[in-house]
């Protein structure tokens, strides 16, 4: 399961949470973070589904990366609900350049686990993932 650039293994349970955020829409959002020590990515964070894109956003440390996944819901121009899974590789420019090293270079491999995927956005600030830039890349 590891990944040869980094050597990062994913753990199951990542997979398994985003099945049930794709299929049963059991969490608004999820965070992910690299452990280090255990050469892994874990769930750090669930959202629950009345949660807010503000609660999510809060959930993501400022100096730190982190990858993400958010259910977002919005409304087509013809009035119609519709859902979009958004991948977020969160590298905030105040996180050490070990860590951006890291993330980036595990990003790939991570979000093939993560199947169901349909935007993708790379945040350094919170502006590059604000929730019209969301809106924009969803419709």
């Keep these: 399961m590891a990944n ?4 990062m293994a994913v753990h199951d349970d990542c997979k398994l949470k985003f099945l049930e955020l794709k299929a049963k829409r059991t969490y608004r959002f999820i965070v992910y973070k690299i452990e280090e020590k ?9 959202g629950e589904p009345a949660d807010s894109y503000e609660d999510f956003t809060a959930s993501l440390p400022a100096d730190e990366c982190r990858y ?3 259910d977002f819901d919005f409304m087509t121009q013809e009035n119609v609900p519709k859902s979009r899974i958004i991948f977020i590789a969160w590298s905030p420019d105040t996180s050490k350049v070990r860590n951006k090293m ?3 270079s595990s990003k790939d491999r ?10 993708e956005l790379q945040a350094t600030d919170p502006t590059e993932m604000g929730i019209d830039v969301i809106r924009s890349r969803s419709t």
């Excluded at 040869?4 to 050597?7: K, L, T, V």
């Design 102 to 104: 890291i993330y980036a």
């Design 68 to 70: 993400a996944v958010y």
């Design 38 to 46: 255990q050469k892994q990515v874990i769930v750090e964070k669930l």
């Design 110 to 119: 991570f979000k093939r686990e993560l199947d169901g995927i349909q935007v």
């Design 4 to 7: 040869a650039a980094s050597g």
